[in-house]
């Protein structure tokens, strides 16, 4: 397809022919016979957003889940009249997301049993990790004598059936072309091969088998730094999930033992302490961090993180003027999805309650924008309009300028991938 009258984000105007990957570029190009054109009407077009770190099956069975986190649900009378108003899913399940104990305490099926209906109903942690399941749930399941209905999410025995189901996928590629998202990595840890969603117009790069998370309480430096070892010695790099300062220092440490491949990554890094950046930048380890978390839960964190650490709370400008590779993305369903969202939190940083978290970590609209316009090989390095470059394009309704001020998702006129068009307002 021919896209006419497209401004590039350095504001240079140009006709755009693009297949599966980005055929000419130029100032004034003639349609052949037959071809689709677009006119942009010099609207901007910039490389599709790809989304460097969500888990597409969550976010999929997220999508008919009421959310119960302390943002949503203030105590456990709330909790349960949420719960007893949801409605229960074509699955016959009331799915619930984004617990944490503030609401109302540690969670099992016996305090689900007393607080929601008597269907079947599962309540996801906010941590992603972690399912409480009722007693009407557990027999569902098959479970009855479960002793307390906390269940794995990365028991595949339960999960398979009833959060994976296909139509749910179709719908939420559906929402991320309206967000101008032309690629994701699905970082799902121990997402076997022939388990992968199926369905999604998107360009899908998994992070698993190479991805590990870790628990403070069971950091193990030798065993961490062995397996690095092994995945580089397959050619394979590391994708590693780091939301502490103990989880980032003992991953530095197995880094610097096994030695990097240029594509290993840290995930989040939630928490940097200063002297762990310059060690970042020499190991030149890839960052995958979501400022959203800023704007969704930026005052749970100034609660629960002690006021002398919180300057290491999701940093972004101090990583990226150190020479750190940096790349966005949300953590859908723990984050919300929308790109432009995590964007705009990374230039203001302001909390729920309007507090600004770290002032000193905010960067520019455009900055922001880049660092989801990386490929998932190269997730820091942003993509170009340019021959050669992936036909996954996004059309904006604005000039640049517009675009990176605004930072909004509905500007988006139009997302194509590998030539096609899957969205159009
Ligand atoms: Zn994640």
Redesign the pocket.
Known sequence: MLIRRATLLDGAVADIRVGDTIDEVAQALTPDPGERVLDAAFGTVIPGLHDH???VYSAAAEQDSVRVGPAEVADAAALSSVLTAAVVGSDGWIRAVGYHEAVAGPLDRRVLDRLAPAVPVRVQHRS?VLWTVNSPGLAALGLDDHPDGRLRSADRTWTEALERRPAAVAEFSTRLARYGVTGVTD??PDLQPDDRPTGLRQRVHYLAPGKRILHDDGLDLDELTTWIAERHRAGEPVAV?CVTAAQLVVTIAALRDAGSHPADRI??AAMVPQDCIADLVALGITVVTQPNFVAERGDQYRMDVPAAEQDQLWRLATLLAAGVPVALST?AP?GASDPWAAMRAAVHRRTPGGAVLNPVERISGRRALTLFLGSAENPSRPRRIGPGEPGDLCLLAGSPQRVVDALDADLVAATIVGGAVVFER
């Open positions: 770190h969500l888990h992603g970082a799902t999930h995930e989040h953590d723990f």
